[in-house]
Antibody
Framework: QVQLVESGGGVVQPGTSLRLSCAAS????????MHWVRQAPGKGLEWVAY????????YYAGSVKGRITISRDNLKNMLYLQMNSLRAEDTAVYYC?????????????????WGQGTLVTVSS | QSVLTQPPSASGTPGQGATISCSGS????????VNWYQQLPGTAPKLLIH???ERPSGVPDRFSGSKSGTSASLAISGLQSEDEADYYC???????????FGGGTKLTVL
């Protein structure tokens, strides 16, 4: 069965960096685009970033562009999120999620499996 | 403020129906498929409806989706207490090259 397990969250100070990881199993990881989505405490879902199945195409939310980098290692079945210059407003649970349709038109961007999330708290 | 607009709350009594709307624009809902997610308290979101009106395996047929122009709707019939959750619409935006989520609707089953 499909499993996505995030790790790397924690409490960090503003201005510092953090790398989140997502271990994928139960499907052919190298065939599917992947997303990061976050949720601030008590707030709604906010899309963060997307990477294509081959890692060639990346897209970012305007709120994180230039500070956050999504990457993947298809040999290790791992997805990453490198977060730099962290701010208090980056405090959230970060979910990795698998794209329903591995590739193709961005019109079809449903996320069919989600991890349990990892909490990032940015505070001094 | 989300680019996809949902009502913050909705409610209904057991057995009745409820509808949640999602309003977007010409660069997102009008030209791309809409997906709906259900988030039960303390859990990760779950895909409820994809490609406007398709139900993943295991989702009851009490849940249905529709889309017209720049708006989409999620309809729930025969409300049950376990349907109490937050519901989010989402769609890709061709102008922003971003995925957008609605602000979410909290459904209460009275």
């Amino acid at each position: 069965q499909v499993q996505l397990v995030e790790s790397g969250g924690g409490v960090v100070q503003p201005g510092t960096s953090l790398r989140l990881s997502c271990a994928a199993s139960g499907f052919t990881f190298s065939s599917y685009g992947m997303h990061w989505v976050r949720q601030a405490p008590g707030k709604g879902l906010e899309w963060v970033a997307y990477i294509s199945y081959h890692g060639t195409n990346e897209y970012y939310a305007g709120s994180v562009k230039g500070r956050i980098t999504i990457s993947r290692d298809n040999l290790k079945n791992m997805l990453y999120l490198q977060m730099n210059s962290l701010r208090a407003e980056d405090t959230a649970v970060y979910y990795c999620a698998k794209r329903l349709y591995g590739s193709g038109s961005y019109s079809y961007m449903a996320l069919d499996y989600w991890g349990q999330g990892t909490l990032v708290t940015v505070s001094s | 403020q989300s680019v996809l607009t949902q009502p913050p709350s909705a409610s209904g009594t057991p057995g009745q129906g409820a509808t949640i709307s999602c309003s977007g624009s010409g660069s997102n809902i009008a030209v791309n498929s809409v997906n709906w997610y259900q988030q039960l308290p303390g859990t990760a979101p779950k895909l409820l409806i994809h490609t406007n009106n398709e139900r993943p395996s295991g989702v009851p047929d009490r849940f249905s989706g529709s889309k017209s122009g720049t708006s989409a709707s999620l309809a729930i019939s025969g409300l049950q207490s376990e349907d109490e959750a937050d519901y989010y619409c989402a769609a890709w935006d061709d102008s922003l090259n971003e995925m957008l989520f609605g602000g979410g609707t909290k459904l209460t089953v009275l």
